[in-house]
């Protein structure tokens, strides 16, 4: 049986011929999603490998930086310095020196001078390090650093006065600190360490590192001794060398104390109550950050100290 309706089989071609664009229009999106995903990946791919020939780079400039000599000075100016400084140590030629200045921060770090020369700013870094480490005392104490002959120091002896108001009373004037003014003399201290000429002819031998530690052991041991009971005479005073008086009745200047019980030693029974005695000696503002100062004998009677429960 056939059909006498031409339109009606013109439509159904039509339709059986739609799916077929679809499906070729949906080919052709993902063909074109699929290349620009290649590209995307391309790009990634080309970015990520820049960073790491970056990062190659800078670990390759690093690690040079790091393997180099203790030595070595990134500064020309400080290498010919510390050259120069070398030799003078090692054979007395000053000839390098001679003349020499470089500029750091306002401060030349190596000039012609009576005396000798400086050393360079590396050594002199280390020697404060070692300092810092093994100095007790200055490992609590305020260090700054200063020029001139002297520092000084504004003390306050007492506080402010103050008082409550109401809205309706009318203000008085308040009582003022005392303030006193305390100036520290700079001392020089100085050291000679001595090596062997056979060791400072030896090129592999690190006379930089062997001089500041030299230096800063005997600075270290010069400093902790004055510092607690220097004289104050072409040194600093230490505190030990003040007015010593029991406790409650110093004076401003004076150095109190808490008896331990015994001469020479704690008392026999409850030794530890002198210790807790001298810990509330201090006012309340000072205690806060107080340290405990005493030499090895000491110490370690105090670390011997036991209750009934040992």
Not at 154 to 183: K, P
Request: proline share 2%; net charge negative.
């Amino acid at each position: 049986m056939t059909s006498d309706n031409p339109g009606r089989n013109q439509a159904v071609e039509e339709k059986s011929a739609a799916p077929g664009d679809e499906a070729a229009m949906l080919r052709t999106a993902l063909d074109g999603f699929v290349t620009e995903i290649k590209t995307f990946r391309a790009d990634v791919m080309g970015n990520l490998k820049e960073q790491d020939e970056r990062l190659t780079m800078l670990d390759r400039k690093f690690t040079t930086k790091t393997a180099r000599p203790v030595l070595a000075q990134a500064d020309a100016g400080e290498g010919l310095h510390l050259k120069a400084f070398d030799a003078y140590v090692r054979q007395g030629d000053d000839d390098g020196l001679r003349g020499l200045v470089l500029e750091g921060k306002g401060l030349n770090t190596a000039v012609n001078s009576e005396g000798g020369y400086l050393v360079d700013p590396q050594t002199s870094d280390r020697i404060h390090a070692v300092l810092d480490a093994s100095a007790s005392i200055r490992a609590i104490a305020s260090v700054v650093q200063v020029e001139a002959g002297s520092f000084d120091v504004l003390v306050d002896h007492g506080d402010v006065g103050s008082g409550w108001e109401n809205e309706s009373s009318t203000l008085t004037e308040t009582g003022s600190a005392a303030i006193d003014r305390i100036s520290i003399k700079l001392h020089e201290l100085s050291a000679m360490p001595k090596a062997s000429q056979r060791l400072l002819e030896d090129s592999a031998f690190d006379v930089e590192g062997w001089l500041a530690e030299r230096i800063a052991m005997k600075f270290a041991r010069a400093e902790a001794a004055a510092f607690v009971s220097g004289s104050g005479t072409d040194q600093p005073r230490g505190f030990l060398d003040h007015t010593i008086v029991a406790n409650g009745t110093e004076v401003w200047g004076e150095l109190g104390y808490v008896a331990t019980g015994a001469a020479g030693d704690f008392a026999s029974t409850n030794p530890a109550d002198a210790i807790v005695d001298l810990v509330y000696a201090l006012d309340a503002g000072y205690r806060a950050n107080a340290t405990f100062v005493m030499n090895s004998k000491t110490a370690g009677a105090v670390r011997k100290m036991k209750d009934a429960d040992g």
